[in-house]
């Protein structure tokens, strides 16, 4: 009886482990789903110039893209790039929502996107500030930046800015040096407003003989707005 015992008990260890090791097999195998294979890309646009909306690459503008179908309303994000454009080339083929969020513009309507292959969607939007007639030169010792403000709301112009940092992407939050005025007014858009950045004072920083990169800016006094942008130019300092 204590042999049959035994036997009955060797005979389950051995079932036991055919089943764990079959549910681990099992385990191992590879799915069958698809990978991604869809891309959404686009720009935002000056409604009126039709110039691109220029950004940050730090805290810039972001889009929100909700999946449609599942249970979960996560968003995911999508960081703009400094020129303005956009892309993610990994997206699952789906409708989506599509909304851009804390930019450097007056908001604008969320979308609802079939994204099949490489879409594209484009945002005309009106900035906040359209920062213009820009002039950014080397003039003995100093980078001296000249420009005029077009404001888009009544909202006062927070503070205006001149950035350098050896990057192309340089902006007010990523920069090695910067110039900056607190206007906390309304602009004058005849006025040409000045900043500068002295090299002498910073030579320890912006190294002489180098190239760097400056960029003007000026930030609207508006709940979570971003500053808005010229192209940086790259100067032999």
């Known amino acids: 009886m204590c042999d049959s015992k035994k036997d009955i008990m060797k005979k389950l260890r051995y079932i036991f482990l055919i089943v764990a090791l079959a549910a681990g097999l099992a385990s191992c195998e590879k799915d069958n789903y698809d990978g991604p294979t869809a891309g959404l890309s686009g720009r935002f646009v000056d409604v009126k110039t039709q110039e691109l909306i220029e950004q940050d690459i730090i805290l810039g503008t972001t889009i929100e893209i909700i999946e449609h179908g599942y249970a979960s309303r996560t968003p995911q994000a999508l960081i703009v790039k400094t020129d303005g454009t956009y892309a993610n080339s990994m997206?699952?083929?789906?409708?989506?929502?599509?909304?851009?969020?804390?930019?450097?513009?007056?908001?604008?309507?969320?979308?609802?996107?079939?994204?099949?292959?490489?879409?594209?969607?484009?945002?005309?939007?009106?900035?906040?500030?359209?920062?213009?007639?820009?002039?950014?030169?080397?003039?003995?010792?100093?980078?001296?930046?000249?420009?005029?403000?077009?404001?888009?709301?009544?909202?006062?112009?927070?503070?205006i800015g001149l950035y350098a940092h050896s990057d192309a992407r340089v902006g007010?939050?990523?920069?090695?040096?910067?110039?900056?005025?607190?206007?906390?007014?309304?602009?004058?858009?005849?006025?040409?407003?000045?900043?500068?950045?002295?090299?002498?004072?910073?030579?320890?920083?912006?190294?002489?003989?180098?190239k760097y990169y400056f960029r003007v800016g000026a930030l609207i006094d508006a709940g979570e707005a971003k500053p808005n942008y010229r192209p940086a130019v790259r100067l032999d300092i």
């Open 91 to 159: 997206l699952f083929a789906n409708t989506y929502t599509v909304t851009p969020v804390r930019g450097n513009f007056l908001p604008v309507d969320s979308q609802v996107v079939n994204i099949s292959g490489q879409t594209t969607l484009d945002f005309s939007v009106t900035p906040y500030i359209r920062v213009q007639d820009v002039s950014i030169t080397k003039s003995g010792t100093k980078v001296v930046a000249t420009f005029k403000l077009e404001q888009n709301v009544t909202n006062n112009v927070k503070k």
């Open 172 to 210: 007010e939050p990523m920069r090695l040096v910067a110039a900056e005025t607190q206007l906390n007014a309304v602009s004058d858009p005849s006025q040409v407003y000045t900043l500068e950045i002295d090299l002498v004072a910073n030579s320890s920083i912006l190294k002489p003989g180098n």
